[in-house]
């Protein structure tokens, strides 16, 4: 009964070659999260939607992307990975509104080599 | 920007005697508070929230308490146990629908 699932849980990617990761939802919730978590800190909000309304963070690098073309899926795209990236992303959902809880996915690791 | 801070960045306590954690936001409009937990690996676990228009939540050994006015919240462990120990986080949401995650803390409950 997995809410927020993202594919892959592990993912390999070489240095400079485009990635993308992928989150699911269950749960029709219209605003989807990604951060970016590096060992022992916090997560990194890098960017979220509410619904197709996309809000870029102001320090998020442009070599990461985003898509979301439907309210059950959304999608990371890192252009051009490099050492510095590797991290654990995690994609989390809420609805709107003052009393709810957001719903994390299990994370998706990435290591570039 | 939004900022959350958080404090402290490690704590460690006996078993059976209390933690606290505190943090602060920046955001005046912010209004939802959760607190997260997180093993080795694992995503964030929601562990307990307060809303702007509550000042104190308690949930067994769990309690929070929000001060709107000093823009502070904190987290308050009882009796804590070896499996307490994880590294916790707090958040903030206001209008714009961003969650912000202050810095971590990580708790070592000593048997």
């Known amino acids: 009964d997995a809410m927020v699932i993202q594919n892959p849980r592990y993912q390999v990617t070489q240095f400079g070659k485009p990635v993308t990761l992928s989150c699911s939802q269950t749960?029709?919730?219209?605003?989807m999260y990604w951060y970016q978590q590096k060992s022992s800190q916090a997560p990194k909000l890098l960017f979220h939607?509410?619904?197709?309304?996309?809000?870029n963070e102001a320090d998020t690098p442009d070599n990461f992307q985003s898509r979301r073309p439907n309210t059950s899926f959304c999608f990371l795209d890192i252009r051009s990975p490099g050492l510095g990236d590797a991290a654990m992303y995690l994609c989390?959902?809420?609805?709107?509104?003052?009393?709810?809880?957001?719903?994390f996915g299990q994370g998706t690791r990435l290591t570039v080599v | 920007g939004e900022n959350v801070e958080q404090h402290p960045s490690t704590l460690s306590v006996q078993e059976g005697d209390s933690a606290v954690i505190k943090c602060t936001y920046s955001d005046s409009a912010s209004n939802y508070f959760p607190w997260y937990k997180q093993e080795l690996g694992k995503r964030p676990q929601l562990i307990i929230d307060?809303?702007?228009?509550?000042g104190e939540k308690k949930d067994q050994r769990i309690a929070v308490t929000l001060n709107k006015t000093a823009k502070h919240f904190s987290l308050h462990i009882t009796e804590t146990q070896p499996e307490d120990s994880a590294v916790y986080f707090c958040?903030?949401?206001?209008?714009?629908?961003?969650?912000?995650f202050g810095t971590g803390t990580r708790l070592q409950v000593f048997p």
């Open positions: 989390a959902t809420s609805k709107r509104g003052m009393n709810t809880e957001a719903f």
């Open positions: 749960l029709n919730h219209n605003v």
């Open positions: 939607y509410y619904d197709k309304d996309f809000n």
């Open positions: 958040a903030a949401r206001g209008n714009t629908d961003k969650l912000i």
């Open positions: 307060i809303r702007s228009n509550v």
